[in-house]
Nanobody, 125 residues
Framework: QVQLVESGGALVQAGGSLRLSCAAS????????MAWFRQAPGKERDIVAA????????YSADSVKGRFTISRDNAKNTVYLQMNSLKPEDTAVYYC??????????????????WGQGTQVTVSS
């Protein structure tokens, strides 16, 4: 069993930056891909970025390429999402996710089994 706890969400002005953290407990996630998703009101939960088990390969959605960076510190069992040049359309609840088994990077929500409770990011114009 894996527990995921996100933190770092806040209200920020457009153009600003935030760093989200996802702390995992219950089982080391060092051998597993990890991902960040987001869900805006009335919209589906979409993948933002994902990273393989050692950080050697990452995936970013087109909407955040060049602005968001996913990273991980396996010694701390933590995954990060650095968000720069934030836009009002980035406003959403951001979720951390982990798959049930070691795998290549899933890029859709059915590929993930464990989810955090989410952290709110609000970008004002």
């Amino acid at each position: 069993q894996v527990q995921l706890v996100e933190s770092g969400g806040a209200l920020v002005q457009a153009g600003g930056s935030l760093r989200l953290s996802c702390a995992a407990s219950g089982r080391p996630v060092s051998g597993y891909a990890m991902a960040w998703f987001r869900q805006a009101p009335g919209k589906e939960r979409d993948i933002v970025a994902a990273i393989d088990w050692n950080g050697g390969t990452t995936y970013s959605a087109d909407s955040v390429k060049g602005r968001f960076t996913i990273s991980r510190d396996n010694a701390k069992n933590t995954v990060y999402l650095q968000m720069n040049s934030l836009k009002p359309e980035d406003t959403a609840v951001y979720y951390c996710a982990a798959p049930l088994r070691p795998t290549t990077i899933p890029i859709s929500s059915p590929g993930y089994h464990y989810w955090g409770q989410g952290t709110q990011v609000t970008v004002s114009s």
